[in-house]
Nanobody, 115 residues
Framework: QVQLVESGGGLVQAGGSLRLSCAAS????????MGWYRQAPGKQRELVAA???????KYADSVKGRFTISRDNAKNMVYLQMNSLKPEDTAVYYC?????????WGQGTQVTVSS
């Protein structure tokens, strides 16, 4: 069974940077991709960035040019580099892993951006 553990969240001032990490453990078969989602209070969970098993990336319009998703296949890690953070980026950020058989979520990490 795959498990995901996120780290790297915290409190940062507007304009600052954070790097989120997600460690995947367990046996992963038929990976489709991994991604980062976020959920702010009172809002629906939304896709922030995703990377396929082939390395293609996708970003939400609101983070393009500021956030970068990357993977280390050897370590089963996925990262989200977040620069030029804005107060509206405040949310719980979740790591997601999808295979042809299932989908796994991490427990989430809080990111708070103060103005």
């Amino acid at each position: 069974q795959v498990q995901l553990v996120e780290s790297g969240g915290g409190l940062v001032q507007a304009g600052g940077s954070l790097r989120l990490s997600c460690a995947a453990s367990g046996t992963i078969f038929r990976l489709i991709g991994m991604g980062w989602y976020r959920q702010a209070p009172g809002k629906q969970r939304e896709l922030v960035a995703a990377i396929t098993s082939g390395g293609s990336t996708k970003y939400a319009d609101s983070v393009k040019g500021r956030f970068t998703i990357s993977r280390d296949n050897a370590k089963n890690m996925v990262y989200l580099q977040m620069n030029s953070l804005k107060p509206e980026d405040t949310a719980v950020y979740y790591c997601n892993l999808g295979t042809t058989l299932s989908e796994t979520w991490g427990q989430g990490t809080q990111v708070t951006v103060s103005s």
